[in-house]
Protein backbone atom coordinates (compact mmCIF):
# COMPACT_ATOMS: atom_id res chain seq x y z
CA UNK A 1 0.00 0.00 0.00
CA UNK A 2 1.34 3.25 -1.00
CA UNK A 3 1.83 5.50 2.19
CA UNK A 4 1.50 9.88 2.34
CA UNK A 5 4.00 10.33 4.44
CA UNK A 6 3.12 13.69 5.93
CA UNK A 7 1.18 17.54 5.23
CA UNK A 8 4.24 19.14 3.41
CA UNK A 9 2.43 22.36 2.60
CA UNK A 10 -1.10 23.85 1.68
CA UNK A 11 -1.29 26.68 -1.07
CA UNK A 12 -3.74 29.44 -1.16
CA UNK A 13 -5.00 31.70 -4.30
CA UNK A 14 -3.62 35.41 -3.23
CA UNK A 15 -4.47 38.03 -5.69
CA UNK A 16 -0.89 39.71 -4.71
CA UNK A 17 2.22 37.57 -3.25
CA UNK A 18 3.94 40.35 -1.74
CA UNK A 19 0.82 42.08 0.16
CA UNK A 20 0.41 38.51 1.21
CA UNK A 21 3.55 37.92 2.03
CA UNK A 22 3.76 40.66 4.36
CA UNK A 23 0.23 39.86 6.32
CA UNK A 24 1.58 36.36 7.06
CA UNK A 25 4.88 37.34 8.06
CA UNK A 26 4.55 40.76 9.69
CA UNK A 27 0.64 40.60 11.08
CA UNK A 28 0.74 36.65 11.62
CA UNK A 29 4.06 36.00 12.99
CA UNK A 30 5.03 33.35 9.82
CA UNK A 31 8.45 32.29 8.50
CA UNK A 32 9.57 33.19 4.98
CA UNK A 33 10.51 29.13 3.92
CA UNK A 34 10.78 30.34 0.18
CA UNK A 35 10.63 33.17 -2.03
CA UNK A 36 11.70 32.61 -5.56
CA UNK A 37 11.36 30.92 -8.89
CA UNK A 38 11.05 27.21 -9.28
CA UNK A 39 11.43 28.03 -12.97
CA UNK A 40 11.58 31.55 -14.63
CA UNK A 41 8.09 33.45 -14.15
CA UNK A 42 6.90 31.42 -11.86
CA UNK A 43 7.42 33.01 -8.06
CA UNK A 44 6.46 30.80 -5.23
CA UNK A 45 5.98 32.25 -1.65
CA UNK A 46 6.33 30.10 1.04
CA UNK A 47 5.42 30.82 4.76
CA UNK A 48 5.24 28.40 7.93
CA UNK A 49 4.14 29.20 11.39
CA UNK A 50 7.09 28.63 14.06
CA UNK A 51 6.81 25.51 15.07
CA UNK A 52 4.94 24.14 12.02
CA UNK A 53 6.61 21.79 9.79
CA UNK A 54 3.50 22.45 7.04
CA UNK A 55 4.32 25.27 5.15
CA UNK A 56 1.62 28.06 3.15
CA UNK A 57 2.00 28.37 -0.23
CA UNK A 58 0.70 31.81 -1.60
CA UNK A 59 0.27 31.94 -5.10
CA UNK A 60 -1.71 33.84 -7.64
CA UNK A 61 -4.71 31.74 -8.86
CA UNK A 62 -3.17 31.69 -12.62
CA UNK A 63 -0.20 30.70 -11.48
CA UNK A 64 1.32 27.87 -13.83
CA UNK A 65 2.04 26.13 -10.02
CA UNK A 66 -0.95 24.20 -8.67
CA UNK A 67 -2.87 25.56 -6.32
CA UNK A 68 -2.91 22.46 -4.34
CA UNK A 69 -2.12 19.91 -1.18
CA UNK A 70 1.59 18.81 -1.67
CA UNK A 71 1.71 15.26 0.57
CA UNK A 72 4.83 13.52 1.17
CA UNK A 73 5.97 10.42 -0.19
CA UNK A 74 8.65 7.67 -0.27
CA UNK A 75 8.81 6.77 -3.74
CA UNK A 76 7.12 9.16 -6.24
CA UNK A 77 6.50 6.41 -8.78
CA UNK A 78 5.18 3.69 -6.42
CA UNK A 79 2.52 6.65 -5.72
CA UNK A 80 1.86 7.29 -9.29
CA UNK A 81 1.47 3.88 -10.19
CA UNK A 82 -1.42 3.16 -7.38
CA UNK A 83 -3.47 6.61 -8.50
CA UNK A 84 -3.08 5.86 -11.52
CA UNK A 85 -4.38 2.36 -11.06
CA UNK A 86 -7.14 3.62 -8.96
CA UNK A 87 -8.63 5.78 -12.04
CA UNK A 88 -7.64 8.84 -11.05
CA UNK A 89 -7.41 11.50 -14.12
CA UNK A 90 -3.61 12.60 -13.54
CA UNK A 91 -2.21 15.74 -14.62
CA UNK A 92 0.70 13.96 -15.69
CA UNK A 93 2.25 11.00 -17.56
CA UNK A 94 4.61 10.05 -14.73
CA UNK A 95 6.49 11.69 -12.01
CA UNK A 96 8.27 14.70 -13.28
CA UNK A 97 11.21 16.23 -11.67
CA UNK A 98 11.80 20.53 -12.40
CA UNK A 99 15.23 22.31 -11.91
CA UNK A 100 16.98 18.88 -9.91
CA UNK A 101 14.06 18.82 -7.57
CA UNK A 102 12.62 15.70 -6.06
CA UNK A 103 9.85 13.69 -8.21
CA UNK A 104 6.14 14.93 -8.49
CA UNK A 105 3.10 14.38 -9.71
CA UNK A 106 -0.32 16.32 -9.97
CA UNK A 107 -3.64 14.92 -9.67
CA UNK A 108 -7.25 15.60 -8.28
CA UNK A 109 -9.21 13.91 -5.62
CA UNK A 110 -12.86 12.99 -6.34
CA UNK A 111 -13.68 16.33 -5.26
CA UNK A 112 -11.52 18.53 -7.31
CA UNK A 113 -9.49 19.39 -5.06
CA UNK A 114 -5.61 19.47 -6.27
CA UNK A 115 -3.39 17.28 -5.14
CA UNK A 116 0.88 16.98 -5.84
CA UNK A 117 2.76 13.93 -4.32
CA UNK A 118 6.61 15.27 -3.95
CA UNK A 119 9.05 12.36 -3.35
CA UNK A 120 10.78 13.34 -0.15
CA UNK A 121 14.67 11.79 0.69
CA UNK A 122 15.36 9.40 2.90
CA UNK A 123 11.82 8.54 3.77
CA UNK A 124 11.34 4.95 4.13
CA UNK A 125 8.42 3.18 3.40
CA UNK A 126 6.79 1.70 7.10
CA UNK A 127 5.34 -2.01 5.63
CA UNK A 128 4.70 -4.71 7.79
CA UNK A 129 5.92 -7.89 6.96
CA UNK A 130 3.23 -10.27 5.59
CA UNK A 131 3.53 -12.80 8.93
CA UNK A 132 3.07 -9.48 11.05
CA UNK A 133 -0.23 -8.85 8.45
CA UNK A 134 -1.68 -11.91 9.02
CA UNK A 135 -1.38 -11.89 13.17
CA UNK A 136 -3.23 -8.14 12.60
CA UNK A 137 -5.87 -10.17 11.08
CA UNK A 138 -6.22 -13.07 13.47
CA UNK A 139 -6.18 -10.81 16.48
CA UNK A 140 -8.88 -8.84 14.99
CA UNK A 141 -11.04 -11.76 13.88
CA UNK A 142 -10.69 -13.19 17.22
CA UNK A 143 -11.42 -10.25 19.65
CA UNK A 144 -14.25 -9.67 17.13
CA UNK A 145 -16.20 -12.63 18.35
CA UNK A 146 -15.59 -12.18 22.11
CA UNK A 147 -18.58 -11.39 24.21
CA UNK A 148 -17.45 -9.02 26.97
CA UNK A 149 -19.19 -9.35 30.23
CA UNK A 150 -21.56 -6.41 31.07
CA UNK A 151 -23.15 -5.92 34.13
CA UNK A 152 -26.87 -7.17 33.00
CA UNK A 153 -24.87 -10.66 32.47
CA UNK A 154 -24.14 -11.48 36.06
CA UNK A 155 -27.59 -11.59 37.61
Given at each position: ????????????????????????????????????E?????????????????G?????????????????????????S?????????YN????????????????????????????E???????????????R??????????L???????
Amino acid sequence: MMITTRVLSVSIPVPDQDRALAFYRDVLGCDVRYDGEPWPGARMVEVVPPGSSVGIVLLPADSEIPVAVRLGTADAGRAFSRVDAAGVDLYNDAPLTIGGGSPMFFFDDPFGNGLVFIEEEGVALPELATTQRAECRDVQHSTANLELDSPSSNK
